[in-house]
């Protein structure tokens, strides 16, 4: 017998999704509603659902993990949860009804940062990674066959992966000899060729930027081609496609999220980034809601840009201004780069020395969290290693001091991976009393140790943020070079089974349950964003975002969950992305 599938019926008609097991649905209007787990906003109680989802397995993530047969949406938000005949009640010949045959329900995920323009960028790069590539050599051949049919004079932009081998400036200069060339590794580090360096005025004389380096050859000072904390301004040179050619892949990107599950995104956008995302939303081509955090491009006052980004803190723009589609959510701050140039203290332990290449000073680190906290803003600070993970811990106490904030829910990018030092128990008791929200990124267990960042003894520490009472959020941290990290069960996977593509089992007393996992992309990247009101589980008067999956995540053997497949994704009540 085929397996049941999904249908979707409209009143007495029906709209067919796939086409087996139909269900039929009584089409006359019930007006009965004082049975059903109604909500209080009156919009919700005046008729009948618009959206029914019946015999499903909806697994609500509320506090005491209630799981309920079905749900009733009305206006973009949730009318009703509860057993079928409670949301039978609710139907009338309007209402579009989803048969889902016992399929699991469960809300929208929340990836609580990444960077879309990011994405959408390396779609248009040279895919270089090693593996499925081979080697140097073979990253080579394929930058010597898009020279070849390149105008001389253009870009040749390709991105590989995290600690995999790179080119020279040497070979890049051989394999495209007539082109600017660039290679990622990552947002941190690239390597370019000689004619880059020339047109970013790049020499034998030129001064690290304030939290860059210039890595230079130890015998004749000469650029090697290798650029850590870079990519911006190397990139700054690099002319842009068109801008619908932009917000076209922009939205690609995005309709990609939502069809992984996401329905919300905490993301990074540049000004062009922030109004494609504008006029998306006037068009009604948003499929997903987003919420952006501003970077503020400030170096120790020596940063033309840093009076104009401490100006706006005080323009009277905070912390939740927009609407449920897209709202500006915080700043964001860079203390440090990645795990090499992350500041660490060496010896580890020992606070009297350490290394790294730092972006801000602790002074004025101080002033502009301070400001920022003033002026209601959450802050987001990029700390990676041990070192600038307590600058931003001195830099939060003062501010809380200075204007105190009873629910500021700032946040640590990166604490918890322990990927330029270990984040110590002094760190996590600092962390709780101030309220702080450590981010790590799930997906990066997979990387195993061949990831630079993971020489720590017990990295990705979940079970210990979540046993310490913690909530991290679930995100993918990603500029497109891990295409997996976009998949919430691909990085659940990661948490629940600690498996390395190596085969290694990194850390596994650092493990997580998959109700654990669930939670982390819900109600944790919810209340990391002071979401967890409107979004984040699935209860009455919250927002209507909720996907439907291929199996159980719940009952699935652990190493099943990266294969879960979404097939329904609905926001605000609508199906966005469906799949048969």
């Known amino acids: 017998m085929a397996e049941p599938r999904l249908a979707v019926l409209r009143g007495a008609s029906f709209i067919v999704i796939t086409t087996v097991m139909l269900l039929t649905v009584v089409p006359e209007r019930r007006q009965a509603v004082a049975k059903g787990d109604v909500g209080s906003d009156p919009r919700l109680v005046d008729g009948a659902a618009d959206l029914a989802l019946l015999d499903g397995k909806v697994i609500t993530v509320v506090s005491d993990n209630s799981i309920v047969q079905a749900v009733a949406i009305k206006g973009g938000r949730i009318l009703a949860v509860g057993d079928n005949a409670v949301i039978r009640e609710l139907i009338g010949p309007t209402t579009h009804v989803i048969q ?3 399929k699991t329900v469960l809300p929208g995920f929340i990836d609580a940062h990444t960077h879309i323009e990011g994405i959408a960028d390396y779609h248009r790069m040279l895919d ?13 051949q394929k930058i010597k066959e898009r020279a070849h049919n390149t105008a001389a004079g253009e870009w040749i932009v390709g991105a590989g992966g995290w600690g995999q081998p790179m080119p020279t400036r040497q070979q890049l200069d051989s394999a495209a000899p007539h082109h600017p060339a660039l290679v990622r590794e990552s947002a941190h580090e690239i390597v370019v060729n000689s004619r880059a360096l020339e047109l970013a005025h790049i020499g034998k004389n030129t001064p690290d930027p304030e939290g860059s380096k210039i890595w230079k050859d130890p015998n004749t000072g000469e650029p090697t081609g290798r650029l850590s904390e870079m990519f911006g301004r190397m990139l700054a040179l690099i002319p842009k496609p068109a801008y619908d050619v932009r917000e076209q892949s922009v939205k690609e990107v995005l309709q ?68 449920d589609w897209l709202k500006i959510g915080g700043i964001k701050l860079f203390l440090d780069g990645e795990s090499e140039t992350g500041l660490r203290y060496d010896p580890p332990g020992q606070k009297e020395k350490w290394v790294g290449v730092p972006k801000m000073t602790q002074p004025t680190l101080n002033r502009v969290v ?46 918890g991976n322990q990927e330029a030092g270990a984040t110590s128990q002094e760190q996590l008791d600092r962390m709780k009393r101030l309220g702080i929200i450590p ?70 007393q650092q493990a997580i349950t998959p109700a654990e996992a669930i939670r982390i992309y819900t109600m944790y990247g919810a209340y990391s964003g002071f979401e967890e009101k409107m979004k984040g589980s699935i209860e009455k008067g919250k927002l209507a975002d909720l996907i439907v999956v291929s199996d159980d995540p719940l009952t699935v053997p652990p190493d099943k969950l990266k294969d879960i497949t979404v097939k329904l994704t609905i926001v605000d009540g609508k199906v966005v992305q469906a799949t048969h």
Not at 477 to 503: C, H, I, Q, Y
């Open 100 to 102: 889902l045959h016992g």
């Open 128 to 140: 270089l990674h090693v593996p499925p590539l081979k080697d140097v050599d073979e990253m080579l």
């Open 256 to 323: 990609g999220f939502a069809g992984k599950g996401v329905t919300t995104i905490y993301d990074f956008p540049s000004a062009d980034g922030l109004r494609i995302y504008q006029d998306l939303l006037a068009k009604g081509d948003l499929p997903v809601r987003l919420r952006c955090q501003l970077i503020l491009n400030i170096a120790n006052d020596r940063d033309p840009d840093a009076a104009f980004d401490e100006n706006f803190l005080k323009y009277g723009i905070h912390t939740g201004f927009g609407n």
């Open 370 to 415: 301070a400001e920022a906290q003033k002026n209601d803003f959450q802050i987001w600070i990029h700390a990676l290693g041990d070192r600038a993970q307590d600058m931003a811990l001195d830099a939060y106490q003062l501010a809380q001091h200075e204007y105190p904030r009873a629910d500021a829910r700032n946040r640590i990018e990166h604490a």
């Open 439 to 508: 981010v790590p990124t799930g997906a990066w267990i997979y990387l195993g140790r061949a990831f630079k960042g993971t020489q720590a003894e017990v990295p990705f520490i979940y079970r210990t943020l979540l046993d310490e009472g913690f909530r991290p959020p679930g995100n993918s941290d990603s500029l497109g070079s891990m295409p997996e990290s976009m998949n919430p069960f691909f990085s659940m996977w990661a948490m629940v089974t600690r498996k390395t593509r190596s085969g290694e089992l990194l850390a596994p």
